[in-house]
């Protein structure tokens, strides 16, 4: 038995690792029931043309492209493309990516270079620069081998590559990290690839470029967390975006950008403030290491809208605003994006005490807002909305005068006292001591909510907003007669009581 007999029976007899299941469905519906060689072979009967390529170095048109080293001169670089003429009537094209991290040759360099094939099309050589290609045949070909080769066709499922003239097939999933819709675009280039899987006896690679770009990625990720820190500003592209922020690749490496972290104003939607593909400039916010997750920040490297907020929104000035959302507590309102004031549920009304913002203010409406205090360090600022018109509590102390009698509504008890509505926005609290002569346990012993009583002032403060008033005092009072009276009434004094002309009979007297 010969040697290489020998070779093909143990290649037959050694177990292949398994492939990925859906993988092998790939190939195997791009292949069929022909082998690698049958169908590339089939599909260059039909691509080829009655014309036979140049004569190369002296060899005769039509027959097979030499693989040794050939030298040539550069003659012209255009972008990515250097062209060497290569004797006689011959021009080579040679790929500027086989200089990666290296300083491209100039016009008039003499190259040492090797014919990988010809383009028809072009009516150029295809070369490669020497040594770029990694030496590859059938008996060093192993699987997990990193080797380059050139796309000489396509089909629905991948590309037909030649690997140091051996041919290759890479399944379509294998050509990038993302998906990939058409596949002619790679026909012509030099693509380095991991090999899959090698099947000598029918004569089939199975090749993947998206695994070496995997392992160069991982390369990148590892560099780029031994040297980024948190705080740096860095330039990074958008890849997929999800309801909670977008991921952007930065070098090699996803890192989040949360959608908190898009922009100063409240953003609903991700996709309203990035798209994907765009190119940013984002700031590192945090770095796990062991993990390998990044948080980054787009609105950090923006202008901060709360830097002069003093300035262009002093104290006391009324301003006009958008309400973004009502809380238990108090409506937000946004004065521009990003930056939001509050206004308290205690500051929108002074006729009533309300239970929920939605009783007098809506999410969209834009009212006008008087600015209470502002604190640019802890970005708050505080908004008033029923200060913006007239305030009842002006000129209090000369409309119900210390001593005066009064009249109003209890409008609502607690344990320490009851509420009387003196007018719309004005009320004056009397305290359990007030209420009556007699001790008592719990409001609701005097008065009720609703009902109407009389009070009497013992002080007024504007500026503090706030009445005492006594029930106790009027009701001891000599003059108190149990019915309300109106402001009319209280303005003038009772009439006095008529004089009796004779004493009436009876009694003990009598």
């Not at 009556?436 to 007024?460: D, F, M, P, W, Y």
Request: proline share 6%.
């Amino acid at each position: 038995m010969t040697e290489t007999q020998k070779r093909k029976d143990d290649e037959r007899i050694r177990p292949k690792p398994s492939m990925d299941e859906a993988l092998q469905r790939e190939i195997e519906d791009a292949l069929g029931s022909m082998s690698l060689e049958e169908m590339i072979d089939a599909e260059e009967q039909v691509r080829k043309v009655a014309a036979a390529p140049p004569s190369v170095a002296g060899q005769a048109p039509g027959a097979a492209a030499p693989s040794s080293v050939k030298r040539g001169q550069v003659i012209a670089i255009h972008g990515d493309d250097i062209f060497v003429d290569m004797g006689g009537k011959s021009q080579g094209l040679l790929p500027g990516s086989q200089y990666e991290g290296q300083e491209l040759p100039k016009i008039g360099d003499t190259l040492e270079l090797t014919i990988e094939g010809y383009d028809k099309r072009n009516g150029v050589l295809l070369l490669s620069r020497q040594g770029a290609v990694m030496a590859a045949a059938w008996h060093t070909l192993e699987e997990g081998q990193l080797v380059e080769g050139r796309v000489t066709g396509s089909n629905k499922g991948g590309l037909e590559l030649d690997i140091g003239g051996m041919k290759a097939f890479m399944p379509i999933s294998m050509i990038e990290l993302f998906h990939v819709e058409t596949v002619e675009q790679y026909v012509n280039q030099r693509l380095r690839c991991k090999v899959l899987e090698i099947d000598r006896g029918e004569k089939r690679v199975i090749v993947s470029r998206r695994g070496y770009l995997e392992a160069e990625a991982a390369i990148k990720r590892e560099q780029m967390f031994e040297t980024m820190q948190e705080g740096d500003i860095v330039e990074g592209k958008v890849k997929t975006i999800m309801p909670y922020g977008a991921f952007v690749d930065i070098g090699g490496t996803d890192g989040l950008l949360h959608v908190k972290d898009m922009a100063y104003s409240r953003v609903e939607d991700p996709k309203a403030i990035v798209k994907e593909g765009d190119t940013l400039r984002v700031k590192i916010l945090k770095i796990d290491r062991q993990t390998k997750k990044i948080a980054l920040g787009l609105k950090q490297v923006l202008p901060d809208p709360w830097y002069n907020v003093v300035q262009k929104y002093p104290v006391n000035e009324v301003i006009q605003g958008k309400v973004t959302r009502l809380a238990e507590f108090g409506a937000f309102v946004e004065l521009e994006p990003g930056v939001e004031g509050l206004i308290p549920i205690s500051e929108m009304s002074f006729e009533k005490r309300l239970k929920h913002p939605s009783e007098v203010i809506n999410v969209g409406q834009t009212p006008n807002v008087r600015v209470m205090t502002v604190d640019p360090e802890k970005k708050r600022i505080s908004l008033s909305l029923k200060r913006v018109g007239d305030d009842p509590w002006m000129g209090a102390s000369a409309r119900w005068p210390e001593g005066a009698i009064v009249s109003g509504v209890i409008k609502r008890a607690t344990d320490f006292g009851a509420f009387i509505e003196l007018a719309p926005g004005v009320e004056g609290l009397v305290h359990i001591s007030e209420l009556s002569e007699h001790r008592l346990r719990v409001v609701s012993e005097a008065v009720k909510v609703g009902e109407t009583v009389q009070a009497k002032v013992l002080n007024i403060d504007e500026t503090a907003r706030r009445a005492s008033l006594s029930i106790k005092q009027v009701v001891m009072s000599p003059d108190y007669t149990g019915a309300p009276q109106s402001e009319a009434e209280q303005a003038s004094p009772p009439p006095p009581a008529p004089k009796r002309k004779k004493p009436l009979k009876g009694g003990l007297d009598y």
